[in-house]
């Protein structure tokens, strides 16, 4: 009996250690600025992301011409005057939790964090510092945060004229749903 | 004198008049319609993978941008969110497959794990899978 029990003990660990791993492919990210003539949004709803529970460690990517925009023209100016994304295909955020001892992910309910990274748009890297929401919930976690980000930070250079006409930072919205990796 | 002037106007006018059409054509451009573009490819789902896996920059390089026709096995069909529904098709690769992103007006009752059809997108690019968008599938040429 004591064997069976350490057995099922030692195989709870393993099982426990491998499924740290969560991952979408579903990912969400908007970006959003209100001008006078019409409101700029872009919406991806293919991004793909990564979290380790163990770590804190997120991982985000998503391919720019995923990004999906009411209008057709303003899609092909972003595409290839704006983001060049026939050259640069993606962008990459890497980071962390920073107060994972806020979040107790065995427990469902929200917990408020900060995730520190660097975020890669247009080949170029920043730094980052975002304040977010993880949702502990049956089946998975949820993500979420909103920030801002200045287009000329990613040398993204957008004409006088069209540029006037919209906010120096855009808003970012990020939502994901992640579900555990399974065991392979 | 008089009839160069009129030239002139005549020219001036037809061109303000060609400018403005041309800018509300540009401002009203529609997303390409796939269902009745000519594919700058024509793949098969495992091939189209497996150029990626081998060589992800020469794959995005070729395949970004362009319109492709691929034909493949149905793996899954999800919803990806209340607009827009994903179909994977099968490839060599256990965990990496093509998705095709289509809007959920329109026909999708072919659309069951298993059957084999040909679908046509613009290529996004490479992630774990390669994503197709704005696809429309194509009846005919099962």
Known sequence: MKRLLLFVFFL???LAANAQKFMT????????????????????????GVLDISTGEMVFQALIKSFHFDRALMEEHFNENYMESDKI????????????AS??????????????????????TNK?????????????????????????????????????????SLEVTIAMKYTPIANK | MKNWIK????????????????????????HPDTAKAKPDFVVTATTLQKEFEDNESAASSKYINKIIEVKGTIATVTPADSSHINVSLKTGSDISSVICTFT??????????????????????????????NCAPIMNQK
Request: proline share 3%.
């Open chain 1, 103 to 124: 979040v107790d992910f065995t427990k469902n309910g929200t917990y408020n964090v900060t995730v520190d990274g660097d975020l890669t748009i247009h080949d170029v």
């Open chain 2, 104 to 133: 959920t007006s329109g026909d999708h009752s072919m659309f069951r794990t298993g059957e084999e059809v040909t679908l046509r997108g613009e290529c996004s690019g490479f992630l774990m899978d390669v994503l197709l968008n």
């Open chain 1, 128 to 168: 980052i510092s975002t304040k977010g929401t993880i949702e502990v919930v049956s089946g998975g976690i949820n993500a979420n945060s909103k920030f801002n980000i200045v287009p000329e930070d990613y040398k993204i250079v957008i004409p006088g004229v069209v540029r006037d006409k919209f906010d120096k």
């Open chain 1, 25 to 48: 492919k579903n990912g969400f990210i908007s970006f959003y600025s209100h001008t006078p003539m019409e409101d700029i949004k872009g919406d991806n709803n293919q991004v793909v």
């Open chain 1, 89 to 100: 295909p993606k962008s990459v955020f890497k980071g962390k939790i920073t107060n994972m």
């Open chain 1, 12 to 14: 709870s660990i393993v």
């Open chain 2, 7 to 30: 030239v002139a106007l005549f020219a001036v006018v037809f061109i303000a008049v060609a400018a403005v059409w041309f800018g509300l054509h540009e401002f009203n451009l529609k």
